[in-house]
């Protein structure tokens, strides 16, 4: 059963423009709610995280949204460039569970075109 | 370099063989965790292991074994009861300890990858 669903699989945008990911969960008891990105060939590595007490974070041009009653959380990439192409991950654990185990979506496909 | 590594980047295996991939930190870190990557479908748990001489199962554990005999090494071994094995694995840890109000020791780490190709 898979526990976080994301959405799209894939998506182009032009540079400059604004990507957004979406992510549901069922487990209301997740209360970790990290994004990873991950180029080819290589492992993902944790680009911003939010935990469920705030609505919004912003690092640089990555915003986290989330709405805990709809059982949602998005990432936006502000000003797209080229480098962000990558496939991105979102996850959810709850931090006082055994093993603190990431449960991740299916990923997301990014592709910025200059 | 503080870090994770892992070995072989590419490993091709013959029907029946049992692998072992390795997966070596120097973080410090007390857990440690072992990926599987298909295409479309994310990352999987194959098993954890949060301190010395202790492993759990993840979601899909069977036909994988693991050891944890020190704190900087959990190998992983593929064995020939694995009906699909080829894939990406990954390596992770993260240090212990994680709570409300230290949201930084959360992060798993990953290595780089092993990428397994049976023949």
């Known amino acids: 059963q898979q526990q976080v669903k994301q959405s799209p699989q894939s998506l182009i945008v032009q540079k400059g423009g604004i990507s957004i990911i979406n992510c549901a969960y069922e487990n209301t008891a997740f209360d970790y709610f990290p994004w990873y990105q991950q180029f080819p060939g290589k492992g993902p590595a944790l680009l911003i995280a939010?935990?469920?007490?705030?609505s919004e974070k912003k690092e640089g041009r990555f915003t986290i949204s989330f709405n805990k009653s709809a059982k949602q959380f998005s990432l936006h990439i502000m000003d797209s460039q080229p480098g962000d192409s990558a496939t991105y991950f979102c996850?959810?654990?709850?931090?006082?569970?055994?093993?603190?185990?990431?449960?991740f979506g299916g990923g997301t496909r990014v592709l910025v075109k200059p | 370099d503080g870090g994770i590594t892992q070995s072989p980047k590419y490993l091709f295996r013959k029907e029946g063989q049992n692998v072992t991939l390795s997966c070596e930190q120097n973080?410090?870190?007390?857990?440690m965790y072992w990926y599987r990557q298909d295409p479309g479908q994310g990352l999987r748990l194959i098993y954890y292991s949060q301190i010395v001489n202790d492993f759990q199962k993840g979601d899909i554990a069977e036909g994988y074994s693991v050891s944890r005999e020190k704190k900087e090494s959990f190998p992983l071994t593929v064995t020939s009861a694995q009906k699909n094995p080829t894939a990406f694995y990954l390596c992770a840890s993260r240090s212990a300890g994680a709570t409300q109000s230290s949201p930084g020791t959360d992060t798993q780490y990953f290595g780089p990858g092993t990428r397994l190709t049976v023949l």
């Open positions: 973080l410090n870190h007390d857990a």
């Open positions: 939010i935990r469920p007490d705030v």
């Open positions: 996850a959810a654990s709850r931090l006082k569970a055994a093993g603190n185990k990431l449960t």
